[in-house]
């Protein structure tokens, strides 16, 4: 059951998507991500982002021609 404490905790109404990542949940997922080569063309795409945009189609279940132009080009993603 919805406390008041947890409806505070993972109310998502400050985000732009219903799917963004919030800074805590952003801390917990960065470490498992690979980091940037020292060879090789730097990163030009944040990975948050490419991450939102993932999270974006499997929660929405929409196709990938579908991303919205805030994300990523969906050929990145």
């Given at each position: ?16 998507y219903a799917s963004d990542l919030t800074n805590e949940e952003w801390d ?50």
């Open positions: 059951m919805w406390t008041d404490t947890t409806r505070r905790q993972y109310q998502r109404d400050h985000l732009k917990v997922l960065c470490p498992a991500l690979p980091g940037a080569y020292r060879r090789g063309r730097p990163r030009e795409v944040e990975l948050r982002s490419v991450v939102a945009a993932i999270f974006y189609v499997l929660e929405g279940g929409c196709a990938w021609r579908m991303l919205p132009d805030s994300f990523p080009p969906r050929t990145t993603v």
